[in-house]
C-alpha cells in the first residue's frame, strides 16, 4: 500500500516543501508561516470550493495554488498556472522513474493506494498512466475516513482480500502513514532521506529500493 503525494511523486518530500520553493522562484517572497497556513487552508478546502470529479492532476493543482495565491497575493493570481505545470512536471518526471518497478512490484505483490486525497485521485492515476498498477485506490476524499485513522488501511486490505499483518504501507509520513499502518495492524517502510525512527521495519530513500527490500 502507498501513500501517494510525497511517496509515489516525489521521495519522501510533501507537498507543502515541494511548493514553497517554486513560489519563491516565481518572485513570491512570503513569510514562511503565512505561506504555510495559506496551503493548508487550500489544501483542506479544496473539494468544497471547487468541483474535482474527473480532474486531472494539473488541473487539480492550477485551483490549489490559485487558492493559496488568493489568500496571499491576489494580484499575482495569474502564476497558478506556471507553479502548477512546474510541479506536475516534476510530478510526472518521478513516475517515469518510478513506474517500470512499480510494474515489477505489481507482478509479486497485489499494490493499492491509501492517501489523505481530494476525492479525484483515481482520475488523476488514470490520466497519468498509473492507475492500471494498482488493485485499489482508497481515497480519504471518497471514504470519509483520513489517515491515521485505522479504518482507511483496513478499507484497502479488505479490498485486495489480504490480512493487515500481510501489508506493507510505504509512506513519507510518519504522523499520517506510520502511525495509522501501526494501528491497522500493518508493516510499514518509511520514505526519507534523513534517519528517522519511527517504528518502522524498513527506511528507504525511494520506492524503487522496495525491489530489493522485500522478500
Not at 102 to 116: C, H, I, K, P, T
Not at 126 to 136: C, I, P, Q, Y
Request: net charge negative.
Amino acid at each position: 500500500m502507498f501513500d501517494y503525494g510525497g511517496t509515489l511523486d516525489a521521495d519522501g518530500t510533501a507537498w507543502l516543501e515541494r511548493f514553497h520553493p517554486l513560489y519563491e522562484e516565481a518572485g513570491l517572497k512570503i513569510p514562511r508561516a503565512d505561506f504555510d497556513r495559506a496551503f493548508y487552508d487550500a489544501d483542506d478546502h479544496l473539494p468544497s470550493r471547487h468541483p474535482l470529479q474527473g480532474l486531472d492532476l494539473e488541473q487539480t493543482l492550477r485551483l490549489q495554488v490559485h487558492d493559496v495565491l488568493e489568500a496571499l497575493a491576489p494580484e499575482r493570481t495569474a502564476l497558478a498556472e506556471p507553479i502548477a505545470a512546474r510541479f506536475a512536471a516534476d510530478s510526472r518526471r518521478h513516475f517515469a522513474r518510478l513506474r517500470p518497478a512499480l510494474a515489477r512490484l505489481g507482478e509479486r505483490y497485489q499494490l493499492g493506494v491509501v492517501s489523505n486525497f481530494y476525492g479525484n485521485l483515481e482520475s488523476i492515476l488514470k490520466a497519468e498512466g498509473l492507475l492500471d498498477l494498482f488493485a485499489v485506490v482508497a481515497d480519504s476524499g471518497t471514504l470519509g475516513m483520513t489517515k491515521p485513522e485505522p479504518g482507511i488501511f483496513l478499507h484497502a486490505a479488505r479490498a485486495v482480500n489480504t490480512p493487515p499483518g500481510d501489508c506493507v504501507m510505504v509512506g513519507d509520513s510518519v504522523k499520517r502513514d506510520m502511525a495509522g499502518a501501526a494501528a491497522a495492524g500493518m508493516k510499514k517502510a518509511l520514505v526519507t532521506s534523513r534517519p528517522a525512527s519511527a517504528g518502522q521495519d524498513w527506511t528507504i530513500r525511494s520506492v524503487i529500493e522496495l525491489e530489493s527490500m522485500l522478500p
